[in-house]
């Protein structure tokens, strides 16, 4: 486990989402947490982890090829 426990709704803050859509990742166990007694937390690393995985780099184009169209 890496960094410090976030709680779900600063998750929510750095995804720029509600608290539901971490509170669903948590349910459906597509982010790794901890139970701290009651209180649910997301370890920062596996928050950065999680963006990384799901991060999509944008296709590059290629320059001096001609299309379809031309």
């Known amino acids: 486990m890496r960094g410090r426990l ?9 995804l720029g989402t509600s608290v539901r859509f971490p509170r669903r990742l948590i ?4 982010i ?7 209180h649910v937390r997301i370890p920062e690393g596996e ?19 001609a299309g379809p169209d031309a």
């Not at 790794?32 to 009651?38: D, K, L, N, Y």
Request: aromatic share 6%; proline share 3%; glycine share 6%.
């Open 27 to 30: 349910s459906e166990r597509r």
């Open 32 to 38: 790794t947490f901890v139970h701290v007694g009651r």
């Open 47 to 65: 928050l950065e982890d999680f963006i990384a995985h799901h991060t999509t780099n944008p296709i590059s184009r290629r320059h001096g090829r």
């Open 6 to 14: 976030l709680t779900v709704e600063q998750v929510a803050e750095r």
